[in-house]
Structures are given as structure tokens and as C-alpha cells.
């Protein structure tokens, strides 16, 4: 059977694509201007820090919650319920300057990110053919890659050219585009509803994890711990060599691969099978990094950049997709898995290489951290690669 034969691109992919795409593109924007805010305001760096730590830690509390609901509640009622969520907070945030309410407002904020990223996923999953997986959860998370690339753009050009008035209504227009695309989502007939006990609400312990999942997870945070350390602290790194300017398109470029190699490598994931698409991306990634810490150029920064992306930009939904074929029957409950634990190896990252840098320079930084992403490949096949099956291709029934 050719794959190419079930459509991927319908309505509801589209609109699951964007609204996932809107919610991103909040979070980042608010991710480099929110510790701006807080310090013209005069409440000092400690607290501008705490307000991207208090958002994550919400967001990570309530993913394990958010899977549960996703699978005993129904997809659908969820999601309303966290795009309103992250709307009304994303209002909230014009209302008030002050400190403490702003730590609130973030606090809410992480349960509607939470809540919305999860059930979007597992939407994401329900839309996508099963024999095109791969390739559909590669261009899914090609959302969180644009979001990654405008949101930061789009916030400080917002404060240069307006002020923060005018960027928290932009995020509030963003997130009701995020609601009503939701809304006008399709949910397969089997998916619209509860699919365990309808009155479960707050789960037993052992249902907040999908064990068969942990194994996946655990291998991208710990090549998570080494992306939390470009992501943070990357444009600082490139100021420091006099290559600033080149600093603003280091993630452009990263977009840019990952257009140009999506269509590509989510269909060798669902021809090939899981090994030959996330070993090479791992290597890549590590590889990226090596040529970060050598960057004396804007080149060999933007090279690295290339790098990072196409190695970082086809792991992440490439372990996304294997997590979620480990239990398609609970796409909510594993999403909420992978991307609980992977968070959590963002933020111990985050902490980890804030410290290392200021001990060793972040070109040595860069320079150790390709060892610790090329560990993961004897994780991954430690823990899922070696138990891969063969016949992958023929159980795929993938023809060219």
C-alpha cells in the first residue's frame, strides 16, 4: 500500500497545526521579553528568572494530570478548557505591573500551556494516517519550530517599535486564533469521548506515567540537558565572539533546514524504521554542537546552526512518534509522558549549563556538552534501538 495515498494535510491537521502553532508562538515570545518586563519594572534579575521558572514548573506539574483527562474526559472538552485557560491569561497580563499578580497570571499561564500542548499532541496523533506517522508528527512539530523562530522576532521588534501594552494584546489576538482554530478541530469518531472511566479525574499514582514511554523520554532529556544550553544562552555566546548580528539569524537557518528536510526525513522514519533516522540525528546534533564551540565566524556559527536544527528538529518528533506508537490506544497519557520528562531535562539543563558556563566559558561548554549527546546513542539503543523490530517495513506495509 503507498502511504502517499492517505491524505495528511485535512482540516483538522491544519487546524491542529495552528493551534499549536499560536500557543508556541506565546510561550516564546513571552519566554525572551517576560524577564525584560520584570526588570524595567524594577523587580531585579532574580525575579525575571523566576517568572520563566514558575511558567515551566506549572506546565510540567500539570502534563501527567492533563494525559489522564485527555484519556478518561475526552480530547475535545480538554482542549477548550486549557485554550481558554491560555487566553485568559494571556489577557491577564495587561491588567497589572504588579509582581505578585504577574506570578500568578504566569502560574495559570503554565497549566493552559500544560494542558493545551498535550491534548494538541494527542490530536496530532488521532488526524495523522498511521502509516504516514513519521512523517506527519515531523511536519507537527515544524509548528514549534516556526514558533520558535517568529516568536522571539516578532516580541522584541514589539518592544522597539511599540511597547508592552501593544505585545500583551499581541499575545491575547494569538491566543483566541489558538481557541478558534481548536474549536473547529474534527476528532476521530473513537477519539471524541472518554475511553476509560469517565468519572476519573484525579488518577491513581501509577496512571500518571506511561511506563513503556520512560525509556524514549529519559533519552531525549538528556539531550535535552545539552539544547538547554542554545537555547538559553546561544545569542550570549555569539555577542561574546562579536558576532551578534549573526546571532539573529543562528535560528533562521535553523528553520530554514528544517523546512528544506522535513519531507524527507518523516518519510524515511515510516520507510527505514526508527534507527536510521534518530541515530544520524543524534550524531548530527553533537556534531553541531562541536562546530558551535569552534565558531570564530559568522559561517561556522551559522553552520552550526544547520546542524543543531536538522539533528535537534528530526530527534524530537522522531521520539515523539515512537513514544507514541508504544501506546497508540493512550496518545494523551504518553504525549503527556514524553514531554514531562523531556521538560524536565530542558529546566535541569537550563540551571546545569548556567552554572558550567561561568566556570568554563561556554566554548568549552559547547565543546563537552557533544559528549554528552553522543552518549545518548548507546541510551537509545540501549534502552529502545536494540529491542526495535526487524520487520518494521513489512509490518508498516510501506512501498515505495
Given at each position: 500500500?503507498n502511504?502517499?495515498?492517505?491524505?495528511l494535510?485535512t482540516?483538522?491537521?491544519?487546524?491542529?497545526?495552528?493551534?499549536?502553532?499560536?500557543?508556541?508562538?506565546?510561550?516564546?515570545?513571552?519566554?525572551?521579553?517576560?524577564?525584560?518586563?520584570?526588570?524595567?519594572?524594577?523587580?531585579?534579575?532574580?525575579?525575571?528568572?523566576?517568572?520563566?521558572?514558575?511558567?515551566?514548573?506549572?506546565?510540567?506539574?500539570?502534563?501527567?494530570?492533563?494525559?489522564?483527562?485527555?484519556e478518561n474526559?475526552?480530547?475535545?472538552?480538554?482542549?477548550?478548557?486549557?485554550?481558554i485557560?491560555?487566553?485568559?491569561?494571556?489577557?491577564?497580563?495587561?491588567?497589572?505591573?504588579?509582581?505578585?499578580f504577574?506570578?500568578?497570571?504566569?502560574?495559570?499561564?503554565?497549566?493552559?500551556?500544560?494542558?493545551?500542548?498535550t491534548?494538541?499532541?494527542?490530536?496530532?496523533?488521532?488526524?495523522?494516517?498511521d502509516?504516514?506517522?513519521?512523517?506527519?508528527?515531523?511536519?507537527?512539530?515544524?509548528?514549534m519550530?516556526?514558533?520558535?523562530?517568529?516568536g522571539?522576532?516578532?516580541?522584541?521588534?514589539?518592544?522597539?517599535?511599540?511597547?508592552?501594552?501593544?505585545?500583551?494584546?499581541?499575545?491575547?489576538?494569538?491566543?483566541?486564533?489558538?481557541?478558534?482554530?481548536?474549536?473547529?478541530?474534527?476528532?476521530?469518531?473513537?477519539?471524541?469521548?472518554?475511553t476509560?472511566?469517565?468519572?476519573?479525574?484525579?488518577?491513581?499514582?501509577?496512571?500518571?506515567?506511561?511506563?513503556?514511554?520512560?525509556?524514549i523520554?529519559?533519552?531525549?532529556a538528556?539531550v535535552?540537558?545539552?539544547?538547554?544550553?542554545?537555547?538559553?544562552?546561544v545569542?550570549?555566546?555569539?555577542?561574546?565572539?562579536?558576532l551578534?548580528?549573526?546571532?539573529?539569524?543562528?535560528?533562521?537557518?535553523?528553520a530554514?533546514?528544517?523546512?528544506?528536510?522535513?519531507?524527507?526525513?518523516?518519510?524515511?522514519?515510516?520507510?527505514?524504521?526508527?534507527n536510521?533516522?534518530?541515530?544520524?540525528?543524534?550524531?548530527?546534533?553533537?556534531?553541531?554542537?562541536?562546530?558551535?564551540?569552534?565558531?570564530?565566524?559568522?559561517?561556522?556559527?551559522?553552520?552550526?546552526?544547520?546542524?543543531?536544527?536538522?539533528?535537534?528538529?528530526?530527534?524530537?518528533?522522531?521520539?515523539?512518534?515512537?513514544?507514541?506508537?508504544?501506546?497508540p490506544?493512550?496518545?494523551?497519557?504518553?504525549?503527556a509522558?514524553?514531554?514531562?520528562?523531556?521538560?524536565?531535562?530542558?529546566?535541569?539543563?537550563?540551571?546545569?549549563?548556567?552554572v558550567?558556563?561561568?566556570?568554563?566559558?561556554?566554548?568549552?561548554?559547547?565543546?563537552?556538552?557533544?559528549f554528552?549527546?553522543?552518549?545518548?546513542?548507546?541510551?537509545?539503543?540501549?534502552?529502545?534501538?536494540?529491542?526495535?523490530?526487524?520487520?518494521?517495513?513489512?509490518?508498516?506495509?510501506?512501498?515505495?
Amino acid at each position: 500500500m503507498n502511504t502517499t495515498n492517505e491524505k495528511l494535510w485535512t482540516w483538522s491537521f491544519v487546524n491542529v497545526w495552528l493551534s499549536n502553532f499560536f500557543v508556541f508562538l506565546v510561550f516564546y515570545l513571552l519566554f525572551v521579553t517576560m524577564p525584560i518586563f520584570i526588570i524595567d519594572t524594577g523587580a531585579g534579575e532574580g525575579a525575571a528568572g523566576l517568572v520563566i521558572t514558575i511558567f515551566l514548573l506549572s506546565a510540567i506539574l500539570i502534563r501527567p494530570l492533563s494525559g489522564h483527562w485527555v484519556e478518561n474526559l475526552g480530547r475535545m472538552p480538554i482542549l477548550i478548557t486549557a485554550l481558554i485557560i491560555f487566553f485568559v491569561s494571556s489577557a491577564l497580563y495587561l491588567l497589572t505591573e504588579a509582581l505578585p499578580f504577574i506570578l500568578l497570571i504566569r502560574f495559570l499561564h503554565g497549566i493552559g500551556f500544560g494542558m493545551a500542548t498535550t491534548v494538541l499532541g494527542a490530536l496530532a496523533a488521532d488526524v495523522i494516517p498511521d502509516r504516514r506517522k513519521g512523517e506527519g508528527m515531523g511536519y507537527f512539530a515544524m509548528s514549534m519550530n516556526f514558533a520558535m523562530v517568529i516568536g522571539p522576532f516578532l516580541g522584541l521588534t514589539l518592544l522597539q517599535s511599540f511597547n508592552y501594552t501593544i505585545m500583551f494584546l499581541s499575545c491575547a489576538i494569538a491566543a483566541v486564533v489558538a481557541l478558534l482554530t481548536g474549536v473547529t478541530i474534527r476528532v476521530p469518531g473513537t477519539r471524541t469521548g472518554a475511553t476509560v472511566d469517565r468519572g476519573s479525574v484525579i488518577p491513581k499514582l501509577d496512571g500518571l506515567f506511561e511506563k513503556s514511554v520512560i525509556p524514549i523520554a529519559v533519552t531525549g532529556a538528556i539531550v535535552a540537558l545539552a539544547y538547554a544550553g542554545v537555547l538559553s544562552f546561544v545569542s550570549v555566546y555569539a555577542t561574546d565572539l562579536g558576532l551578534g548580528q549573526a546571532a539573529s539569524y543562528f535560528f533562521m537557518v535553523y528553520a530554514i533546514v528544517l523546512l528544506i528536510s522535513r519531507p524527507f526525513t518523516g518519510r524515511w522514519f515510516d520507510q527505514y524504521g526508527e534507527n536510521v533516522i534518530v541515530i544520524p540525528a543524534i550524531v548530527t546534533f553533537g556534531i553541531g554542537l562541536i562546530v558551535l564551540s569552534m565558531a570564530n565566524s559568522a559561517i561556522m556559527l551559522l553552520v552550526s546552526g544547520g546542524l543543531i536544527g536538522l539533528g535537534w528538529g528530526t530527534m524530537v518528533p522522531s521520539m515523539q512518534t515512537i513514544a507514541l506508537q508504544k501506546v497508540p490506544e493512550r496518545a494523551g497519557s504518553a504525549t503527556a509522558t514524553f514531554f514531562t520528562i523531556f521538560d524536565i531535562g530542558v529546566g535541569f539543563g537550563s540551571y546545569i549549563v548556567g552554572v558550567a558556563a561561568t566556570g568554563i566559558g561556554f566554548s568549552s561548554l559547547y565543546f563537552n556538552s557533544s559528549f554528552v549527546v553522543f552518549s545518548a546513542v548507546f541510551l537509545y539503543m540501549w534502552l529502545h534501538g536494540k529491542k526495535k523490530r526487524s520487520n518494521h517495513q513489512a509490518e508498516i506495509e510501506y512501498t515505495s
